[in-house]
Each structure stands twice: as structure tokens, then as C-alpha cells.
């Protein structure tokens, strides 16, 4: 079995955790640890997750991406994946993650996507 391996990319607004290798039961309490403790200290909450080099992930994977997604939300941001056309995008399209969850081919795409997808122009304004 491969580990899960996490890294952290500090970007000034939209900060990214790298993931790689299996994320399965027994490695997604690892990916909520880092997503939780970086979400906590930001606000508003804006993540990028790549999962460009994952080669697997489960429901409990998706889990935690849910549970992340709605703490970000509830911090006034949003979390947002970068994942290219494979295995892990499809599932994220068959169990509509990405229909919740903004979905990108690359890390500089998801940032240059706009500041936020949650809020109009003149609220996102006021947030920051």
C-alpha cells in the first residue's frame, strides 16, 4: 500500500495542499488534520487541493474533502481541486463532488479562476 503523502504550498490568498499516493481509510484522518488546521487559521477559508498526484481515493476520501468544504464555506471561502482527467476526476464527477466542489486541470488555473465562486463581485469586496 502507498502512504499519503501531503505538502503545503503557501500561496498569499489561495494556499495549496499537494496530495499524493492512496487516499483510503486508513490515510484520510491525514488529510482532514492539515485541511482543518489550515482552514482554522484563515478567513476567509480559501483552499487549493491537487490531487493531481493521487492515484487512488475512496468514499472516505470524499468525506473528508465534504467536511472541508463546508468548514471552508462556513469561514466565508471555499475549497477548490486540482485534478486532471483520470480515475479520481471521474469519481469526483460520478458522486457530483465536482458539482459542489470547483475542479481544475492545474494549480495556476485554479487560482486565476477569479478570487472567489461563492460571492458576487461587491460582497467578496466587502470581505476582504
Known sequence: ???????????????VIQVAGQL??????????????LIATRNPARVIVDFS????????GLSALIAANREARRRHGELRLVCPEGKVRRLLRLTQIARMIPVFDSVPQAIANGESSLYPTALRQGMQ
Request: glycine content about 2%; proline content about 5%.
Open 24 to 37: 483510503d481509510p486508513e490515510t484520510r484522518d491525514q488529510l482532514r488534520h492539515q485541511l482543518d488546521q
Open 53 to 60: 498526484q493521487l492515484r487512488l481515493c475512496d468514499a472516505s
Open 1 to 15: 500500500m502507498d502512504a499519503l503523502k501531503i505538502s503545503f504550498h503557501g500561496q498569499a490568498v489561495w494556499p
